[in-house]
C-alpha cells in the first residue's frame, strides 16, 4: 500500500511536543525576548527536532513583513560572489533571503528599486559597489526604506552620506604592501591605479602616496587608467620604459597588478608587484600575485546584521549557527568619527547609521616576478 503522506509540523505539533500553548511557540518564533529562557530552549530544540519551519506567507500577510532582501547584481566580479554567498548564508541564518534583481547604474538604476517597493517584494536592501554620486542611498533615505550600503559614499556632504554602510579602509591596504616592498629593500616604488574620482581607487591611492612619504621616498611615479588586463599592461609598460622606472609596482586590483605582470614579462624586468582583492585570479599557478585581502566573508555577515538590526528582526536562536569563516581576520575600527545625528533625510525612527571600517590583511606570494630588491 502507498504510504500516506507526511505530515508538515505545524506550531500546534511543537506546541504539543513542548508542552506549552500555540501562543509561546509563537512568542519563541517572533517576540524571544518576551519567553523564559528554559521555556525558549526546550520550544526551540522541539523546533529543530520535528524540522518546523515558519509558514512565510502567512507570517507576511500578519506582520506585513516578506523576509526579503533586495540585492541588485552587477558585472562579473569574483568579490562580489563571494559577498553574496557569505550574505545569503547570513540571512539564511536569521530567517531571511534574497532576492536577486538586476538594474542600470546610476539614476537610471532606481525604477527597479522602486518597483520592488510598490509590490511589497522586499524589507529592504543591501547596496556594493556605491560610487562617488551615488544616489541610491539618499533616495531610499528620503523613503524610509532600510538598507546598508557594502562601500562609502564618498562624500562629507550630509545630504549624500546617509544610512548604514561597511567598508574596507582601502588606503590601509595600499600602505600596507607599499611597507611590504619597502622591507624587501625596494625604494622605488611605483603605483598603477584607476582615473581620479572613483572613490575606492582615490582612496587606495591615498594610502600608497602617504606611506612612501612617510618612509621618506620622495616622489614615486605612477600612471592612471580604467580596470583592465590590457589597460594595467599599457600603465605599467610607462612607468616601466620610464629613464628612472619603479622596481616595484602597487596596483589597484588584481585585474591591473596581471597586466602589470605580463607587461614585465613581456620586457624582460624583474618587478615586484601587489594587487588588490586576493581574487581568484591572484592564485592561479603561474600568477601567484601578492594581493591585499578584503574580508568580504565578514563584511556580508555584518551588513546582514546591520539591516536586520534596523528591521528590529532579533535573531533566529533556532538556527544552527555556521563557525566563523574569518575569525583571523584583522578586527574592525568600529563606528568611525563621522558618526553623528542623522541629517534632514533620514527617517526620525529607528537606530542610528553605522559606520564600519575594516582592516584588510596583506597576503604574500613570492614569485619569479616578486624579488627582493636591495637598494642603497
Same mark, same amino acid.
Given at each position: ?61 500578519? #506582520? ?304 619569479? #616576478? ?7
Amino acid at each position: 500500500m502507498p504510504r500516506p503522506p507526511q505530515q508538515v509540523p505545524s506550531v500546534s505539533t511543537v506546541a504539543r511536543a513542548a508542552g506549552v500553548s500555540r501562543q509561546t511557540v509563537s512568542n519563541v518564533l517572533n517576540a524571544p525576548h518576551v519567553v523564559h529562557p528554559d521555556t525558549r530552549a526546550r520550544v526551540e530544540a522541539v523546533i529543530r527536532e520535528v524540522g518546523y519551519r515558519p509558514n512565510r506567507v502567512a507570517r507576511s500577510l500578519r #506582520t506585513r513583513s516578506t523576509h526579503l532582501i533586495g540585492y541588485c547584481v552587477g558585472g562579473d566580479n569574483p568579490l562580489l560572489d563571494r559577498f553574496l554567498h557569505a550574505m545569503s548564508t547570513a540571512a539564511g541564518q536569521r530567517g531571511y533571503h534574497l532576492v536577486l534583481f538586476t538594474a542600470p547604474p546610476g539614476a537610471d538604476g532606481l525604477p527597479a528599486y522602486e518597483d520592488l517597493l510598490a509590490r511589497n517584494t522586499v524589507d529592504g536592501f543591501v547596496l556594493s559597489e556605491t560610487t562617488v554620486g551615488d544616489r541610491r542611498p539618499a533616495w531610499l533615505a528620503s523613503r524610509g526604506v532600510p538598507f546598508v550600503a557594502f562601500g562609502r559614499p564618498w562624500s562629507s556632504d550630509p545630504a549624500v552620506d546617509v544610512g548604514s554602510w561597511v567598508d574596507v579602509d582601502g588606503a590601509a591596504g595600499t600602505a600596507a604592501a607599499t611597507r611590504h616592498l619597502y622591507d624587501l629593500g625596494h625604494r622605488r616604488i611605483g603605483f598603477v591605479g584607476w582615473p581620479a574620482g572613483s572613490g575606492s581607487g582615490d582612496d587606495r591611492l591615498r594610502g600608497w602616496r602617504e606611506e612612501c612619504a612617510r618612509l621618506g621616498l620622495g616622489e614615486q611615479p605612477a600612471a592612471h587608467g580604467e580596470n583592465g588586463i590590457e589597460h594595467g599592461a599599457a600603465l605599467a609598460t610607462t612607468l616601466l620604459t620610464a629613464p628612472e622606472p619603479p622596481t616595484a609596482l602597487v596596483c589597484v586590483s588584481d585585474v591591473m597588478a596581471l597586466g602589470a605582470q605580463q607587461a614585465a614579462r613581456a620586457a624582460g624586468r624583474a618587478v615586484a608587484l601587489v594587487g588588490f582583492d586576493d581574487s581568484p585570479l591572484a592564485a592561479l599557478p603561474g600568477i601567484d600575485l601578492t594581493s591585499v585581502r578584503q574580508p568580504v566573508e565578514r563584511i556580508g555577515r555584518d551588513v546582514v546584521r546591520l539591516l536586520l538590526d534596523q528591521l528590529g528582526d532579533g535573531p533566529v536562536t533556532a538556527h544552527t549557527a555556521v563557525p566563523d569563516a574569518q575569525a583571523g581576520t584583522a578586527p574592525d575600527a568600529g563606528p568611525d568619527d563621522r558618526t553623528g545625528p542623522p541629517p534632514d533625510t533620514r527617517p526620525d525612527t529607528g537606530p542610528a547609521p553605522q559606520r564600519l571600517l575594516l582592516e584588510p590583511t596583506l597576503v604574500p606570494r613570492l614569485s619569479s #616576478t616578486h624579488p627582493t630588491k636591495e637598494q642603497p
